[in-house]
Each structure stands twice: as C-alpha cells, then as structure tokens.
C-alpha cells in the first residue's frame, strides 16, 4: 500500500500545481486511484497539524528551535505574552505539528539534552585544562567528575582541548 500512497501523493502534487491537461489528467488519475485501491485524500495528506505547546528551557533555547525545525521543517514559533505587561504568560513555545512530529519532537529534545550535557562536560574539562585551571589543592579523591574518566573519554578531552584557544589570565593588581 505504502507504493500506492506515494503514487497518490504524487499524482496530488501534479493535480496542483500542474498546467492544463497535464492538470486534468493528473486529476483523473487520482481519482481513479482513489477508487481502485479505496483510500482518500485523507490518507495521503497525513495528519492534521495543530498549535502544539513544547516546553524547553531557556537555556537550550537555541539548540531546542534547531531540534524542532529537524521534525517539522521551516516553521514559526509562536509565545504568548501579556499585552499589557508583555511578558511571557507561558514556559512553553507554541508550534504547528501533526501529533506524531509532536511525539517526535519531544523524544529528541529529552534525548539530545542527554546527550548535549555529557558532552558539556567534556567541554568543561576540556576547558579548564587547557587553560591550565586547577584547584590550588588538589585531591583526586574528591574530583568526581575527572576521577572516574575511561581512556576514551580522556582522549576526547585531549582531542577538544585541542580545539580550544588559550587564554592565559594576566593579573590586574600590579605589583
């Protein structure tokens, strides 16, 4: 059924936006299509999409606008704001989405800040290391985020900091 579906969707899109008989004949055959096979214009145009309101921090605001527009495409964000005060009413944007881009927005923004925060870490040490930032005592003891690295996460952190520009800290209390 899946190849009658695409035919259809395509003789649609030529129904469209076709030119004359080009047009009619591409009608006609959808229509035929429709008859032969007992689907609608319902089945291949998909579901209906609706304002779907998706939480996201603000602090992965950016990377959650990119996430969206992964699943649906080109789109505008709505929010909604208090005319008077113009302040946000809501924590949540607004989007127009059939509801299974909706369950599949969701799942990538829980799984993508997953993995956007082990990442960050990576880039924290990264970062401190290169810029030679340390604990004026240090115990690697009670380092738990640098103790318990593999040496695949430690060639990472090799490999990032690598990426990374110095910047060297210049007191500024002369002495």
Same mark, same amino acid.
């Given at each position: %059924?899946?190849?009658?579906?695409? &035919?259809?969707?395509?003789?649609?899109?030529?129904?469209?936006?076709?030119?004359?008989?080009?047009? &009619?004949?591409?009608?006609? %055959?959808? *229509?035929?299509?429709?008859?032969?096979?007992?689907? /609608?214009?319902?089945?291949?145009?998909?579901?209906?999409?609706?304002? !779907? %309101?998706?939480?996201? /921090?603000?602090?992965? !605001?950016?990377?959650?606008?990119?996430?969206?527009?992964?699943?649906?495409?080109?789109?505008?964000? #709505? /929010?909604?704001? =208090?005319?008077?005060?113009?302040? =946000?009413?809501?924590?949540?944007?607004?989007?127009?989405?059939?509801?299974?881009?909706?369950?599949?927005?969701?799942?990538?923004?829980?799984?993508?800040?997953?993995?956007? !925060?082990?990442? +960050? @870490?990576?880039?924290?040490?990264?970062?401190? @290391?290169?810029?030679?930032?340390?604990?004026?005592?240090?115990?690697?003891?009670?380092?738990?985020?640098?103790?318990?690295?593999? #040496?695949?996460? /430690? *060639?990472?952190?090799? +490999?990032?900091?690598?990426?990374?520009?110095? @910047?060297?800290?210049?007191?500024?209390?002369?002495?």
């Amino acid at each position: %059924m899946g190849k009658i579906i695409e &035919l259809a969707k395509k003789l649609k899109a030529l129904a469209d936006r076709g030119e004359g008989g080009e047009k &009619l004949t591409a009608e006609i %055959m959808l *229509q035929n299509l429709f008859k032969k096979h007992g689907i /609608s214009i319902a089945e291949i145009e998909g579901e209906s999409t609706k304002l !779907e %309101m998706i939480s996201f /921090s603000k602090k992965y !605001e950016f990377i959650s606008y990119i996430i969206i527009q992964s699943v649906v495409g080109e789109c505008q964000f #709505y /929010s909604f704001t =208090n005319k008077d005060t113009g302040k =946000n009413l809501s924590s949540k944007t607004g989007v127009k989405c059939t509801k299974a881009e909706f369950i599949e927005i969701q799942a990538k923004l829980d799984f993508y800040y997953k993995v956007f !925060e082990t990442e +960050l @870490h990576y880039f924290e040490i990264a970062f401190l @290391h290169k810029n030679n930032i340390e604990p004026k005592t240090f115990n690697p003891e009670n380092d738990d985020r640098r103790k318990q690295l593999s #040496y695949e996460e /430690s *060639q990472k952190i090799k +490999l990032i900091s690598g990426g990374i520009d110095e @910047h060297p800290f210049l007191k500024q209390i002369g002495e």
